[in-house]
């Protein structure tokens, strides 16, 4: 292959499996290149009778030149009876859990430690597991070393976030002043979710064999099962007109009703360009959102709520904030100001995602429907391939958006799930857009249930 350069690395190419590219001119000295994408540099030896490997390091922290300087100290020591890959193995087995996430925070931190459709964990995502492990599983378990803990160590660690043992008063960046760490059921569940995908880290660097955190009984998040009833949906439909014609908290008013009609993730419509609304095609062309980019079909209320945003801001968002040209930044806390002393006050945003789903399932959709309609992995297919949105889908999003709307107006609808037989569901769809259109009782004609 020749000598291992920066130039034979940056050519390198990827294959369905890892391989090891071999430099001619120091025998045993290669170049490991992953399937992700990242590359090492390693060394090929025999000690104790046996082949041994051991990696330098990644590329990008050592370039050619160095690894190989540092290979050739390695061979240098393994003449003389030395053993590095047993030493590293003996020290990392030797590390304790708060090195190993002092470990696993480093490769996070540099984008080593891939999420969801193996990309790079978000900016985000990355501040909320610092947290965990700063305020749950350090002070929990810190002082464990890694090759001791068990599977009741960490069922221990999840007994006790949820019991609030971990609660804290403490400052944060995100909030002026300090906030208060409660722990509990969710936080519980989550950190626990994150300690098994440390433990995963181990196990590939060689620190640990088995994962303790597998297999472990995490409870049920009740949050997720919170959806609003039609009630509800005529009252926050209420405070979002109250809000709007008041003017102090209109911009999260109209932020809360896109919400509500896309199912979209708040962080999703905040922080939404003019240029990811598609108003033509109906859709929203997302480019950064928890499963990368997103094409997410809408409704005709939402499309309608869009448009009037783009006609009455210029700069980059459609809800725009203070300074330059930013995005609005005051949604929590304004939040909170919209629903409180209301029979809301429990509500989140993302129950306003969930309930979006739950309407869709009792209008009859299928979950291959309902998850295009919300963006989920489920539905990423349709995201990564279609530049024209299926029409099926863009009636979905009309039903379903057309549906919340009434609700949030104010409308009674009897029926709320399509019959099986055509003539029944055609004439349920008939009395639907009616209804949508504001009651007439002009019929609605084949022509119009095409388009």
């Known amino acids: 292959m020749g000598k291992i350069t920066k130039r034979l690395v940056d050519a390198s190419e990827l294959r369905a499996k890892d391989y090891v590219i071999w430099d001619d001119e120091l025998p045993g000295f290669g170049l490991r290149v992953f399937v992700s994408g990242k ?3 390693v060394i090929q030896y025999r000690s104790g009778g046996r082949s041994r490997r051991y990696t330098i390091g990644l590329h990008g922290v050592w370039t050619p030149e160095t690894a190989r300087q540092e290979a050739k100290i390695l061979f240098g020591r393994i003449a003389q009876g030395d053993d590095p890959a047993e030493e590293r193995q003996l020290n990392h087995r030797a590390i304790t859990i708060k090195e190993l996430c002092a470990l696993y925070v480093a490769d996070l931190e540099a984008g080593l430690i891939l999420g969801k459709g193996g990309r790079p964990k978000k900016p985000g995502t990355i501040v909320t597991d610092m947290g965990r492990i700063r305020r749950h599983i350090v002070p929990l378990i810190g002082r464990r070393k890694v090759k001791d803990l068990t599977k009741a160590d960490v069922n221990r660690v999840l007994k006790d976030i949820m019991a609030g043992k971990t609660a804290v008063v403490a400052k944060t960046k995100k909030l002026r002043g300090k906030a208060i760490v409660r722990g509990g059921v969710g936080t519980a569940t989550r950190t626990i979710g994150l300690l098994g995908g440390i433990l995963t880290y181990a196990i590939e660097a060689g620190i640990i064999d088995t ?3 597998h297999g472990i009984r995490k ?5 997720r099962d919170r959806r609003l009833t039609e009630s509800e949906y005529r009252l926050l439909g209420q405070i979002i007109r109250d809000a709007k014609e008041e003017g102090r908290y209109a911009v999260v008013a109209e932020i809360t009703r896109v919400i509500a009609l896309t199912g979209c993730r708040r962080g999703e ?9 598609d108003i033509g095609a109906s859709c929203l062309r997302l480019d950064d959102t928890k499963e990368g980019k997103s094409v997410r079909p809408v409704g005709l209320p939402a499309v309608e709520a869009l448009e009037a945003r783009l006609d009455a801001t210029t700069g980059t968002y459609l809800f725009p904030g203070q300074g330059e040209d930013n995005a609005f930044g005051c949604f929590p806390t304004h939040w909170k100001k919209l629903i409180e002393n209301t029979p809301l006050e429990d509500v989140t945003p993302h129950v306003l995602r969930h309930s979006f789903a739950s309407i869709a399932n009792d209008l009859g959709f299928t979950e291959v ?4 309609l919300l963006g989920h992995a489920k539905g990423s297919v349709t995201g990564k391939y279609i530049h024209t949105l299926d029409t099926a889908l863009i009636m979905a999003a009309d039903t379903v958006s057309g549906y919340i709307q009434g609700l949030l107006d104010g409308v009674e609808f009897k029926q709320t799930a399509y019959a099986l037989d055509r003539d029944s569901r055609k004439a349920a769809l ?12 002009t019929p609605v004609s ?6």
Do not use: M
Not at 219 to 223: C, E, G
Not at 269 to 277: D, G, H, K, S, V
Not at 369 to 372: R, S
Not at 430 to 441: H, K, P, S, V, W
């Open 219 to 223: 409870p049920k998040d009740n949050v």
């Open 211 to 213: 994962n303790p955190a």
């Open 369 to 372: 429907t309902i998850a295009a």
């Open 446 to 451: 084949d022509d119009r249930l095409a388009a």
């Open 430 to 441: 008939a009395r639907f857009l009616q209804e949508a259109a504001g009651n007439d009782d």
């Open 269 to 277: 419509i905040i922080n939404l360009a003019r240029t990811e609304a």
């Open 39 to 41: 590359r090492s540099y």
